[in-house]
């Protein structure tokens, strides 16, 4: 991807550590992600192989959209009267905001790989509460870890 930005913009693209650290936490979710999702679908389809479609047809996508999450969420600067939101608020809303975006995405794949609408929403909807549990405790473990974090440290104390 960095590769085909440096092509057709012809400028350099650096990675940075935040950079970095959001891409290992988007790998790291995947993985637990996809899992969830092949077995949320095989039970609910009743169907190994079509859980295992649908859990691998999310990697690209969920993948993709999960790095521009986190790209965002590094830019929003939510605070509450001067003082930035506790870690344990900002998750939350970090959850929610990305099982909206997940959920979405992941209906629409269920629905297109069974043909059946009805498998899409019945995936989509048991997913929003084993992702938003497994996702919070994704972002706590990551919160703990300081993989990719020092430059952003550098930053704001540069102003």
Sequence with gaps: MILCLQFFCRKKFVIDKSYKRHIAKAITWRI?????????AWIISGNPLMGLKIGVSEVVTKTILYFLHERAWYKINL??????????TRHLLKTVSWRLVGT???M???WFISGNPLVGVKVGAAEVITKM????????????SNYGLSQRKEEKMNG
């Design 79 to 88: 605070n509450k009267h001067g003082k930035l939101l506790e870690s344990r």
């Design 32 to 40: 637990v992600g996809t899992c969830d999702t092949m077995l949320l």
């Design 133 to 144: 549990i497994l996702y919070y405790f994704h972002e706590r473990v990551w919160y703990h």
């Design 104 to 106: 979405f995405d992941t």
């Design 108 to 110: 629409i794949i269920a």
